[in-house]
Protein backbone atom coordinates (compact mmCIF):
# COMPACT_ATOMS: atom_id res chain seq x y z
CA UNK A 1 0.00 0.00 0.00
CA UNK A 2 1.72 3.47 -0.89
CA UNK A 3 2.36 5.85 2.11
CA UNK A 4 0.67 9.56 1.41
CA UNK A 5 3.27 11.66 0.22
CA UNK A 6 3.16 13.99 3.71
CA UNK A 7 5.29 16.74 2.31
CA UNK A 8 3.77 16.96 -0.89
CA UNK A 9 0.03 17.38 0.79
CA UNK A 10 2.28 19.73 2.73
CA UNK A 11 3.00 21.79 -0.59
CA UNK A 12 -0.61 21.22 -1.56
CA UNK A 13 -1.96 23.63 1.36
CA UNK A 14 0.69 26.13 1.30
CA UNK A 15 -0.09 26.54 -2.57
CA UNK A 16 -3.94 26.79 -1.42
CA UNK A 17 -3.37 29.04 0.92
CA UNK A 18 -0.94 31.51 -1.54
CA UNK A 19 -3.82 30.95 -4.26
CA UNK A 20 -6.33 32.63 -1.41
CA UNK A 21 -3.64 35.28 -0.62
CA UNK A 22 -3.75 36.19 -4.10
CA UNK A 23 -7.56 36.24 -4.27
CA UNK A 24 -8.78 36.77 -1.06
CA UNK A 25 -12.58 36.73 -2.27
CA UNK A 26 -11.89 33.00 -3.23
CA UNK A 27 -12.62 31.92 0.67
CA UNK A 28 -15.86 33.87 1.19
CA UNK A 29 -17.13 32.72 -2.13
CA UNK A 30 -16.95 29.55 -1.75
CA UNK A 31 -18.14 29.70 1.89
CA UNK A 32 -21.23 31.45 0.22
CA UNK A 33 -21.78 28.69 -2.81
CA UNK A 34 -21.32 26.33 0.54
CA UNK A 35 -23.82 27.87 2.80
CA UNK A 36 -26.20 28.17 -0.18
CA UNK A 37 -26.10 24.35 -0.81
CA UNK A 38 -26.62 23.73 2.63
CA UNK A 39 -29.41 25.34 3.94
CA UNK A 40 -31.11 24.49 -0.28
CA UNK A 41 -30.70 20.81 0.90
CA UNK A 42 -32.11 20.88 4.95
CA UNK A 43 -35.04 23.44 4.12
CA UNK A 44 -37.71 23.49 1.45
CA UNK A 45 -38.00 26.84 1.46
CA UNK A 46 -34.76 28.64 1.13
CA UNK A 47 -34.10 27.62 -2.67
CA UNK A 48 -36.95 30.52 -3.76
CA UNK A 49 -36.70 33.38 -6.12
CA UNK A 50 -38.55 35.83 -3.07
CA UNK A 51 -36.15 34.66 -0.13
CA UNK A 52 -32.73 35.40 -2.15
CA UNK A 53 -34.82 38.50 -3.42
CA UNK A 54 -35.05 39.43 0.47
CA UNK A 55 -31.32 38.49 1.18
CA UNK A 56 -30.86 40.97 -1.44
CA UNK A 57 -32.76 43.84 0.07
CA UNK A 58 -31.16 43.62 3.10
CA UNK A 59 -27.90 43.57 1.83
CA UNK A 60 -27.96 47.15 0.64
CA UNK A 61 -27.37 49.34 4.04
CA UNK A 62 -25.11 46.89 6.01
CA UNK A 63 -23.34 46.17 2.16
CA UNK A 64 -22.75 49.82 1.28
CA UNK A 65 -21.71 50.47 4.99
CA UNK A 66 -19.45 47.47 4.80
CA UNK A 67 -17.52 49.25 1.72
CA UNK A 68 -16.62 51.98 3.46
CA UNK A 69 -15.24 50.04 6.56
CA UNK A 70 -13.11 48.16 3.97
CA UNK A 71 -11.51 50.90 2.94
CA UNK A 72 -10.39 52.34 6.86
CA UNK A 73 -9.35 48.37 7.31
CA UNK A 74 -7.18 48.30 4.48
CA UNK A 75 -5.38 50.80 5.93
CA UNK A 76 -4.86 49.55 9.43
CA UNK A 77 -7.91 52.04 11.37
CA UNK A 78 -11.57 50.77 12.28
CA UNK A 79 -14.60 52.64 12.49
CA UNK A 80 -16.83 52.03 14.93
CA UNK A 81 -18.51 55.25 14.28
CA UNK A 82 -19.97 54.40 11.11
CA UNK A 83 -23.52 53.17 12.11
CA UNK A 84 -23.83 56.43 13.88
CA UNK A 85 -22.87 58.79 10.97
CA UNK A 86 -25.12 57.12 9.08
CA UNK A 87 -27.79 57.89 11.59
CA UNK A 88 -27.14 61.63 12.04
CA UNK A 89 -27.12 61.84 8.41
CA UNK A 90 -30.19 60.05 8.02
CA UNK A 91 -31.66 62.48 10.71
CA UNK A 92 -30.81 65.71 8.87
CA UNK A 93 -31.95 64.37 5.37
CA UNK A 94 -35.57 63.01 7.44
CA UNK A 95 -35.65 66.99 9.20
CA UNK A 96 -34.63 68.89 6.06
CA UNK A 97 -36.97 66.99 4.19
CA UNK A 98 -40.50 67.94 6.40
CA UNK A 99 -43.18 69.95 4.62
CA UNK A 100 -40.45 70.11 1.58
CA UNK A 101 -41.77 70.12 -2.16
CA UNK A 102 -40.48 66.38 -3.48
CA UNK A 103 -38.56 68.66 -6.25
CA UNK A 104 -36.44 69.71 -3.49
CA UNK A 105 -34.91 67.10 -1.94
CA UNK A 106 -31.88 66.83 -4.31
CA UNK A 107 -30.86 69.77 -1.60
CA UNK A 108 -31.79 67.74 1.40
CA UNK A 109 -29.96 64.75 -0.37
CA UNK A 110 -26.81 66.55 -0.98
CA UNK A 111 -27.11 67.78 2.56
CA UNK A 112 -26.97 64.66 3.89
CA UNK A 113 -24.06 63.69 2.11
CA UNK A 114 -22.07 67.02 3.19
CA UNK A 115 -22.65 66.17 7.23
CA UNK A 116 -21.55 62.42 6.95
CA UNK A 117 -18.29 63.71 4.56
CA UNK A 118 -17.81 66.13 6.93
CA UNK A 119 -17.59 63.82 10.25
CA UNK A 120 -15.39 61.61 7.82
CA UNK A 121 -13.37 64.43 7.34
CA UNK A 122 -13.41 64.89 10.98
CA UNK A 123 -11.99 61.21 11.83
CA UNK A 124 -9.52 61.31 9.18
CA UNK A 125 -7.34 64.62 10.10
CA UNK A 126 -7.50 63.50 13.65
CA UNK A 127 -5.88 60.34 12.77
CA UNK A 128 -3.62 61.15 9.33
CA UNK A 129 -2.87 64.53 10.76
CA UNK A 130 -2.39 64.22 14.25
CA UNK A 131 -1.79 60.76 14.36
CA UNK A 132 -4.82 59.50 17.23
CA UNK A 133 -5.29 55.95 17.39
CA UNK A 134 -8.62 55.45 14.99
CA UNK A 135 -9.82 52.93 17.58
CA UNK A 136 -9.86 55.67 19.80
CA UNK A 137 -11.21 58.83 17.77
CA UNK A 138 -13.91 56.78 16.36
CA UNK A 139 -14.79 55.24 19.65
CA UNK A 140 -15.04 58.84 20.69
CA UNK A 141 -17.22 60.17 17.89
CA UNK A 142 -19.32 57.30 18.05
CA UNK A 143 -20.50 57.83 21.57
CA UNK A 144 -20.61 61.63 20.41
CA UNK A 145 -23.11 60.91 17.60
CA UNK A 146 -24.99 58.81 19.22
CA UNK A 147 -25.63 61.07 22.35
CA UNK A 148 -26.21 63.86 19.69
CA UNK A 149 -28.65 62.26 17.39
CA UNK A 150 -31.09 61.69 20.21
CA UNK A 151 -30.63 65.43 21.43
CA UNK A 152 -31.14 66.33 17.59
CA UNK A 153 -34.42 64.62 17.72
CA UNK A 154 -36.15 62.17 20.22
CA UNK A 155 -38.94 61.10 17.73
CA UNK A 156 -39.46 58.78 14.45
CA UNK A 157 -39.48 61.28 11.26
CA UNK A 158 -40.83 59.80 8.18
CA UNK A 159 -39.66 61.17 4.39
CA UNK A 160 -42.24 61.92 2.09
CA UNK A 161 -41.84 59.82 -1.50
CA UNK A 162 -39.57 60.86 -3.96
CA UNK A 163 -35.75 61.22 -4.39
CA UNK A 164 -35.38 60.42 -0.76
CA UNK A 165 -36.89 56.52 -1.63
CA UNK A 166 -36.17 56.10 -5.10
CA UNK A 167 -33.84 53.75 -4.01
CA UNK A 168 -36.85 51.52 -3.05
CA UNK A 169 -38.23 51.38 -6.30
CA UNK A 170 -38.00 48.78 -8.62
CA UNK A 171 -39.59 45.54 -10.44
CA UNK A 172 -39.25 41.73 -10.68
CA UNK A 173 -36.85 39.84 -13.07
CA UNK A 174 -37.90 36.79 -12.51
CA UNK A 175 -40.93 35.09 -10.80
CA UNK A 176 -40.77 37.24 -7.53
CA UNK A 177 -37.57 37.79 -8.07
CA UNK A 178 -37.34 41.45 -7.13
CA UNK A 179 -34.57 43.82 -7.31
CA UNK A 180 -34.75 47.51 -6.39
CA UNK A 181 -32.20 50.33 -8.02
CA UNK A 182 -30.57 49.92 -4.35
CA UNK A 183 -29.57 46.55 -5.12
CA UNK A 184 -27.93 47.80 -8.51
CA UNK A 185 -26.33 50.78 -6.67
CA UNK A 186 -24.19 48.77 -3.97
CA UNK A 187 -23.33 46.56 -6.87
CA UNK A 188 -22.37 49.32 -9.06
CA UNK A 189 -20.17 50.43 -5.85
CA UNK A 190 -18.28 47.47 -5.28
CA UNK A 191 -17.23 47.23 -9.08
CA UNK A 192 -16.11 51.28 -9.04
CA UNK A 193 -14.19 51.01 -5.82
CA UNK A 194 -12.63 47.28 -7.07
CA UNK A 195 -11.69 48.90 -10.22
CA UNK A 196 -10.37 52.14 -7.86
CA UNK A 197 -8.24 49.65 -5.47
CA UNK A 198 -6.73 47.36 -7.64
CA UNK A 199 -6.02 49.62 -10.53
CA UNK A 200 -5.19 52.65 -9.93
CA UNK A 201 -2.09 54.26 -7.94
CA UNK A 202 -4.35 55.43 -5.28
CA UNK A 203 -5.69 52.53 -4.48
CA UNK A 204 -2.01 50.76 -4.51
CA UNK A 205 -1.39 53.73 -1.99
CA UNK A 206 -4.12 52.06 0.10
CA UNK A 207 -2.56 48.99 0.53
CA UNK A 208 0.86 50.50 0.99
CA UNK A 209 -0.13 52.47 3.68
CA UNK A 210 -2.32 49.88 5.67
CA UNK A 211 0.61 47.08 5.13
CA UNK A 212 3.58 49.53 6.27
CA UNK A 213 3.38 52.86 6.27
CA UNK A 214 7.32 53.87 7.59
CA UNK A 215 7.80 51.84 4.23
CA UNK A 216 5.03 54.28 2.31
CA UNK A 217 6.14 57.51 3.62
CA UNK A 218 9.85 56.44 2.58
CA UNK A 219 8.79 55.98 -1.10
CA UNK A 220 7.15 59.13 -1.43
CA UNK A 221 3.40 57.93 -0.38
CA UNK A 222 1.74 60.94 1.30
CA UNK A 223 0.43 58.94 3.81
CA UNK A 224 -1.58 61.71 6.00
CA UNK A 225 -3.31 62.44 2.49
CA UNK A 226 -4.42 58.69 1.76
CA UNK A 227 -5.60 58.14 5.22
CA UNK A 228 -7.57 61.61 5.41
CA UNK A 229 -9.10 60.87 1.76
CA UNK A 230 -10.16 57.55 2.74
CA UNK A 231 -12.14 58.33 6.03
CA UNK A 232 -14.05 61.32 3.76
CA UNK A 233 -14.89 58.72 1.00
CA UNK A 234 -15.85 56.43 3.71
CA UNK A 235 -18.22 59.08 5.16
CA UNK A 236 -19.92 59.57 1.47
CA UNK A 237 -20.71 56.00 1.57
CA UNK A 238 -22.08 56.35 4.86
CA UNK A 239 -24.52 58.95 3.71
CA UNK A 240 -25.06 56.35 0.52
CA UNK A 241 -25.99 53.92 3.24
CA UNK A 242 -28.44 56.50 5.01
CA UNK A 243 -30.19 57.06 1.39
CA UNK A 244 -30.26 53.36 0.70
CA UNK A 245 -31.73 53.00 4.46
CA UNK A 246 -35.08 55.13 3.07
CA UNK A 247 -35.33 52.75 0.30
CA UNK A 248 -35.74 49.72 2.35
CA UNK A 249 -38.12 52.10 4.72
CA UNK A 250 -38.96 55.73 4.93
CA UNK A 251 -38.62 56.31 8.41
CA UNK A 252 -35.76 56.76 10.67
CA UNK A 253 -34.77 57.48 14.15
CA UNK A 254 -32.05 58.19 16.42
CA UNK A 255 -31.96 54.35 17.42
CA UNK A 256 -31.76 52.64 14.13
CA UNK A 257 -28.55 50.65 13.00
CA UNK A 258 -27.40 50.45 17.01
CA UNK A 259 -25.01 47.61 15.58
CA UNK A 260 -24.23 48.94 12.29
CA UNK A 261 -20.00 48.70 13.55
CA UNK A 262 -19.74 45.31 14.95
CA UNK A 263 -21.97 44.42 12.08
CA UNK A 264 -19.71 45.59 9.31
CA UNK A 265 -16.67 44.70 11.30
CA UNK A 266 -18.08 41.17 10.75
CA UNK A 267 -18.92 41.37 7.09
CA UNK A 268 -15.51 42.77 6.35
CA UNK A 269 -13.66 40.09 8.68
CA UNK A 270 -15.69 37.18 7.19
CA UNK A 271 -15.04 38.66 3.52
CA UNK A 272 -11.67 38.06 3.78
CA UNK A 273 -10.04 41.48 4.43
CA UNK A 274 -7.07 41.64 7.16
CA UNK A 275 -7.54 43.83 10.36
CA UNK A 276 -3.81 44.26 10.45
CA UNK A 277 -4.50 45.97 6.85
CA UNK A 278 -2.66 45.95 3.84
CA UNK A 279 -5.45 42.95 2.55
CA UNK A 280 -8.81 42.22 1.25
CA UNK A 281 -11.13 43.58 -1.28
CA UNK A 282 -14.30 44.90 -1.51
CA UNK A 283 -15.75 41.90 -3.52
CA UNK A 284 -14.87 40.05 -0.70
CA UNK A 285 -16.92 41.98 2.15
CA UNK A 286 -19.89 42.77 0.20
CA UNK A 287 -19.68 38.63 -0.51
CA UNK A 288 -19.14 38.45 3.88
CA UNK A 289 -22.31 40.52 4.07
CA UNK A 290 -24.21 37.66 2.28
CA UNK A 291 -22.71 35.18 4.28
CA UNK A 292 -23.79 36.77 7.42
CA UNK A 293 -27.36 37.51 5.82
CA UNK A 294 -27.64 33.43 4.21
CA UNK A 295 -26.83 32.61 7.85
CA UNK A 296 -29.19 34.22 9.31
CA UNK A 297 -31.90 33.42 6.96
CA UNK A 298 -31.16 29.92 6.80
CA UNK A 299 -30.92 28.93 10.64
CA UNK A 300 -34.18 30.73 11.01
CA UNK A 301 -36.32 28.37 8.76
CA UNK A 302 -34.29 25.93 10.38
CA UNK A 303 -35.89 27.20 13.48
CA UNK A 304 -32.82 27.72 15.18
CA UNK A 305 -32.84 30.18 18.00
CA UNK A 306 -31.55 33.79 16.94
CA UNK A 307 -28.97 33.75 19.36
CA UNK A 308 -27.35 30.95 17.78
CA UNK A 309 -27.20 32.80 15.37
CA UNK A 310 -24.72 35.59 16.68
CA UNK A 311 -23.01 33.31 18.17
CA UNK A 312 -21.79 30.81 15.07
CA UNK A 313 -21.30 34.24 12.94
CA UNK A 314 -18.89 35.25 15.90
CA UNK A 315 -17.21 32.05 15.54
CA UNK A 316 -17.07 32.66 11.61
CA UNK A 317 -15.22 36.50 12.43
CA UNK A 318 -12.79 34.60 15.11
CA UNK A 319 -12.02 31.91 12.22
CA UNK A 320 -11.14 33.99 9.55
CA UNK A 321 -8.93 36.07 11.81
CA UNK A 322 -7.44 32.96 12.99
CA UNK A 323 -6.72 32.03 9.45
CA UNK A 324 -5.93 35.37 8.06
CA UNK A 325 -2.99 35.08 10.70
CA UNK A 326 -1.78 31.38 9.83
CA UNK A 327 -1.96 32.59 5.96
CA UNK A 328 0.74 35.47 7.03
CA UNK A 329 2.66 33.43 9.36
CA UNK A 330 2.85 30.75 5.97
CA UNK A 331 4.15 33.91 3.57
CA UNK A 332 6.76 34.76 6.34
CA UNK A 333 8.69 31.52 6.30
CA UNK A 334 7.64 30.57 2.86
Known amino acids: MPVPNASGSSRSGVRSLALMARNPFAGPLVALVVLIVVFSVATDTFLSASNFSVILQQS ?45 QIFVLLAGFAVCAALGALSGTLIGRFLLPAFIVTLGLYTMLTAAARLYSQQTLVVPEGVLTVLGTGGYLIGTFQVTVGVFVVLASVVVLHYVLTKTAWGRHVYAVGGNPTAARRTGIN ?75 GLTQMGFDPLYQQVLTGALVIGAVALDQFTRKVERLG
Open 223 to 297: VRGVLFAVYVIAGLLYALAAWQAFGRSPATSANVFSTANLDTISAVVIGGTSLFGGRGTVVGSYFGTLIVLVLQS
Open 60 to 104: VVIGTLALGQTLIILTSGIDLANGSILVVGALVMAQLAQGLAPGL
